[in-house]
């Protein structure tokens, strides 16, 4: 069965350390998503891609960056972690056909930035 | 700018009643998705329902409904015969469809936590 998997699911860093979250679908989706999850806020838009080598900014995208190299990849870094970050993150894929694509979301990454 | 309201930060409901989690958006698009999704404490998002701003019926899947008043801009929830597995935090979101094509990005309310007392 195709799926959205996440890595690592826990993660506790330090301040200033750069991190990497990944992401990887099977699904064969060209949209893929990085979201964040904190308390009041609901689900806020880092990052988005619409296709291998395209990346765009989302809502909240200071301090992260991402690349696609390829269909099923879409790694998250934080370039230098802060305490702010310290988040649930989520990614998400979907598809490009046809009006009603549901989002598909990975079990998320809890990082923690101490 | 596209933007979701969940009024109801938390909603308390008997099992076996129904219920109602209140949406409300604006955008300017004349083309959009409205979805809701459910997160149990576990934490993953399941989809629940969908409903496409030309769609002229409002979307059913089995206990879920959604009450789209698009005059009003509002897509509330409605569950039906509530389960105590329903207690979840509930979120609605809101897709750009620009020109019938979906671009993807989902813009999310702060979600509603839905309490289902036995």
């Known amino acids: 069965d195709a799926e959205i998997t996440q890595s690592p699911r826990h993660k506790i860093t330090e301040t200033g350390r750069q991190v990497t979250l990944a992401c990887h679908q099977t699904w064969n989706h060209n949209n893929m998503f990085w979201y964040r999850q904190d308390l009041g806020h609901g689900l806020r838009l880092i990052h988005y891609?619409?296709?291998?080598?395209?990346?765009n900014k989302g809502e909240v995208s200071d301090g992260y960056s991402v690349s696609r190299s390829n269909t099923e990849d879409l790694p998250l870094t934080l370039e230098s972690a802060a305490s702010s970050q310290t988040s649930v993150y989520f990614c998400a894929s979907s598809p490009t056909s046809g009006l009603f694509n549901e989002q598909f979301f990975g079990p998320g990454t809890r990082l923690t930035v101490l | 700018a596209q933007k979701i309201t969940q009024t109801q930060p938390g909603m308390f409901v008997q099992e076996k009643e129904a219920v109602t989690l209140d949406c409300t958006y604006d955008t300017s698009d004349q083309s959009y998705g409205l979805f809701w999704y459910k997160q149990p404490s576990s934490g993953e998002m399941i989809f629940l329902i969908y409903?496409?701003?030309?769609?002229?019926q409002n979307a059913t899947e089995g206990r879920y409904s959604l009450n789209f008043q698009k005059a009003r801009k509002s897509a509330n929830l409605v569950i039906s015969a509530s389960q105590l597995g329903d207690s979840a935090m509930y979120f609605c979101a809101m897709r750009e469809d620009a020109g019938g094509t979906s671009y993807g990005k989902l813009t999310f309310g702060q979600g509603t936590i839905l309490t289902v007392h036995p």
């Open positions: 891609s619409y296709g291998v080598h395209d990346t």
């Open positions: 409903q496409g701003s030309y769609d002229e």
